[in-house]
């Protein structure tokens, strides 16, 4: 008989994530992007429902939690953003994910990428409770996902964020090990450009992400990318990568 690679070993066989399942019509009218002001707020209050979630991503837009205001919708200008197969991975960090023995898993740990990301020495997050069980709804419905960093059975790091099709907003990212968090976000891309995501909306370039990759581009140019491939049939591989397989 003739033999064929096992699941394991082929990706275009191995399993892939479920497509989003539908969501009910978000009750609210969010205003367009192009209304948002020099702070890049379109809008406060609404709801975290998943239908009101999935309709702001859709248009480009997201809640950021400020403490003491109503709930602020963002869609800032400039956006920063970074190419799913361009990811920068500098020779440091890549003599680092040769050496390691982490490895890396998506959607087994979505709550708890969450908490973790959560945790600031000042008490100061805007991943609040309720960003917390919206965002996990979110996930159980195939609409957010998140990548976990692991050391032996130790959660080390990880990102979570929302997909609409080949465009992944990553929301947040934590490390309990130094480099943690960029070996996630090397991971997020591998699986996602390999599964024909080809944007990573980063919301707001910091030094950290800048030196992976990321550039500030328009907003308006934005928006057209997010038009053009958030319908997009992209679904990452599920199952265990060691992270020195990813570079």
Not at 33 to 53: I, K, M, N, R, Y
Not at 152 to 159: E, N, P, T
């Amino acid at each position: 008989m003739t033999l064929s690679p096992s699941p394991s070993n082929n990706p275009a066989a191995a399993a892939r994530l479920r497509r989003p399942r539908p969501v009910l019509p978000s009750m609210w009218a969010l205003p367009h992007p192009s209304e948002a002001d020099e702070d890049g707020v379109v809008g406060t209050g609404a709801d975290l429902e998943p239908g009101t979630l999935a309709d702001a991503y859709y248009r480009g837009i997201f809640p950021w939690p400020h403490q003491d205001l109503p709930l602020p919708w963002f869609s800032p200008n400039p956006r920063a953003v970074i190419a799913a197969s361009d990811i920068q991975v500098s020779r440091s960090l890549r003599t680092l994910m040769h050496k390691v023995t982490w490895h890396t898993t998506i959607n087994t740990s979505f709550r708890q990428v969450m908490m973790a990301c959560a945790e600031r020495e000042d008490d100061d997050t805007w991943i609040t409770n309720d960003i917390i069980n919206a965002y996990t709804r979110l996930h159980e419905l195939s609409w957010a996902h998140s990548i976990e960093i692991w050391d032996d059975d130790r959660l080390i790091g990880g990102v979570y964020g929302v997909q609409l099709g080949g465009v992944f907003t990553a929301e947040s990212m934590f490390f309990r090990q130094s480099n943690a968090s960029k070996v996630a976000l090397v991971a997020l891309c591998h699986r996602f450009s390999e599964a024909g995501g080809e944007l990573i909306d980063a919301q707001v370039l910091t030094p950290h992400l800048a030196s992976m990759g990321a550039i500030d581009v328009p907003r308006a140019a934005f928006l057209r990318q997010l038009e053009q491939l958030r319908t997009n049939d992209v679904r990452m591989r599920t199952g265990i990568q060691p992270v020195h397989t990813l570079v």
